[in-house]
């Protein structure tokens, strides 16, 4: 691998200057752990912003990839293919009730701007809510429906006046606002860019049943707390609600790029040939992938690993006891520790970096913690311990 320095040249050079990067560069993974251009070990509590469910290199993963990219990595949706049959009925198997058809694409933007379309033809509405403070993705609808002006700021003739953003967790809010102009509610159930916010199961019984109500379809968007990383297979389970259509990608495919549209039959048929499409979408080898990945989180029950050591983690990063850290929340392994403020917890992230710890920092002063799954207690506990000293 080449020198850090001569990597940051590169990138300088000639890659669009978008991202304000951390200056490490990775050489490559194995299980919680990244390892630097250096050889320096990090201990990964971001997972590739919730990607890497599985960790790095598992080695069933890894050879499920390669068996495919052996025999045919990519084919045209033109065609029958029978890695997306599969995974798509995996998906279904651990979906909530009735949500058994899949519609495969690239990323979570994509599974969102999927959906949006479905809900439109389907209800011949123009109107689409979704909360403040949210985050959907960064495409031209996606963004419409990401209530954050931050994002939306400069590409204001890019989003349509079609959306509206209701007070995430309040379902007086959503009362308030919902009419029979409405095609589509999207909600994530805890709110990860936002700063990891949650909100109460009467919030989500309420948007249920309002969008029942009134004919608009209820779409959970579950890019980020799906496929395991809340304690359940998906977010919304935590609250017994069923919507009508789920969104995921991130820990889909294990570490490649993978978006979903999950639906009821009644909504999926609405999307007939010749209404959407992608090249990519669903590939061999990103089904093959996706396959695999959930294999892997049944047969080592990384699941009830998450619910278990979550709630586990949460109580003792409570028990630090100090007035920086004002709130200690999530579900499963999806934890916003929200400092007293954005210097305390830039300041812990760098700490944490320095003594090869990687965590993230959302919406200004949440520490957020998204690790692989597969994480046991005492790497947990090197977090924890890291934390309290640098807070005292």
């Not at 919680?32 to 890497?52: E, H, M, P, Q, T």
């Not at 309040?170 to 990891?196: N, Y």
């Not at 996706?290 to 990063?317: F, H, P, Y």
Request: glycine share 10%.
């Amino acid at each position: 691998m080449s020198s850090f320095k001569d990597i940051k040249a590169k990138s300088d050079k000639y890659l669009f200057q978008n991202y304000g990067r951390i200056p490490l560069s990775f050489d490559h993974g194995q299980g919680c752990y990244l390892f630097d251009s250096d050889g320096k070990r990090y201990l990964d509590l971001v997972a590739g912003i919730a990607v890497n469910s599985i960790g790095y290199s598992h080695p069933d993963w890894v050879k499920a990839v390669q068996d495919q990219a052996a025999r045919m990595a990519h084919v045209s949706n033109l065609y029958h293919v029978e890695q997306q049959a599969d995974l798509a009925e995996r998906i279904a198997s651990i979906s909530p009730e009735g949500i058994d058809r899949t519609l495969f694409v690239n990323s979570g933007a994509e599974a969102n701007e999927a959906a949006l379309k479905m809900a439109v033809k389907y209800t011949g509405r123009h109107k689409v809510m979704s909360a403040l403070n949210g985050f959907h993705g960064r495409t031209s609808a996606s963004l419409g429906a990401t209530g954050q002006v931050k994002y939306q700021s400069g590409f204001e003739p890019l989003i349509s006046d079609a959306y509206e953003y209701y007070e995430y967790g309040d379902p007086e809010s959503v009362k308030r606002m919902i009419t029979k102009d409405v095609a589509a509610v999207l909600v994530e159930p805890i709110q990860g860019e936002g700063g990891v916010i949650t909100a109460d199961a009467e919030f989500f019984r309420t948007v249920r049943d309002l969008c029942t109500d009134s004919g608009a379809l209820m779409i959970v968007d579950e890019v980020q707390t799906g496929i395991g990383r809340t304690g359940e297979w998906f977010g919304i389970d935590n609250f017994g609600v069923v919507p009508d259509a789920i969104t995921m990608a991130k820990a889909l495919g294990g570490g490649v790029p993978i978006g979903a549209l999950a639906a009821k039959e009644e909504y999926a048929m609405t999307l007939v040939p010749g209404t959407h499409g992608t090249t990519f979408g669903g590939s061999p080898l990103v089904c093959a992938a996706g396959c695999a990945t959930l294999d892997i989180m049944e047969r080592e029950n990384l699941v009830q690993n998450s619910k278990d050591l979550g709630a586990k983690w949460r109580r003792k990063i409570s028990s630090i006891g100090s007035d920086k850290i004002k709130d200690v929340r999530g579900y499963g392994l999806m934890i916003g520790v929200e400092m007293d403020s954005p210097e305390t917890a830039s300041n812990v992230q760098a700490v944490c970096r320095e003594n090869g710890v990687l965590v993230n920092v959302a919406h200004g002063k949440t520490v957020r913690l998204i690790p692989p799954l597969i994480i046991d207690e005492g790497q947990t506990d090197v977090f924890t311990d890291m934390l309290a000293d640098i807070i005292r």
